[in-house]
């Protein structure tokens, strides 16, 4: 392996792997940017009726914050990354949003 604590970046055969677990190893894929269509998804797939809790993504929130709401409308804060995007991330991320659909 690796050392704890060090980064380094995933070898092409390691995001490869990544990706066909991706495609292979999961029976349900859902995406916190259409949270209300994922759990409606997970339901239609498994079973169960759509709960208004359910609705409620906490991404974002904290602890405390999220015992008081009603409705998810915090956005993640990006900016702090000045741009930069995980290309190993993006890839996965890609493939997700194309199972997704």
């Known amino acids: 392996g690796k050392v704890c604590g060090t980064f380094a970046?995933?070898?092409r055969q390691e995001v490869a792997l990544a990706r066909q677990r991706?495609?292979?190893?999961?029976?349900?894929?859902?995406?916190?940017?259409?949270?209300?269509?994922?759990?409606?998804l997970l339901h239609a797939m498994f079973g169960?009726?759509?709960?208004?809790?359910?609705?409620?993504?906490?991404q974002?929130?904290?602890?405390?914050?999220?015992g008081n709401i009603t409705t998810s409308t915090v956005a993640?804060?990006?900016?702090?990354?000045?741009?930069?995007t995980d290309p190993y991330d993006?890839?996965?991320?890609?493939?997700?949003?194309?199972?997704?659909q």
């Open 22 to 40: 991706l495609a292979e190893g999961f029976v349900f894929v859902g995406m916190e940017e259409q949270w209300g269509l994922s759990i409606c």
């Open 9 to 11: 970046a995933p070898t």
């Open 48 to 58: 169960g009726e759509c709960q208004d809790y359910e609705m409620l993504s906490l």
């Open 60 to 66: 974002g929130w904290t602890q405390a914050e999220a």
């Open 76 to 84: 993640y804060d990006v900016s702090e990354l000045n741009g930069y």
């Open 90 to 100: 993006t890839e996965l991320f890609e493939d997700a949003t194309q199972i997704f």
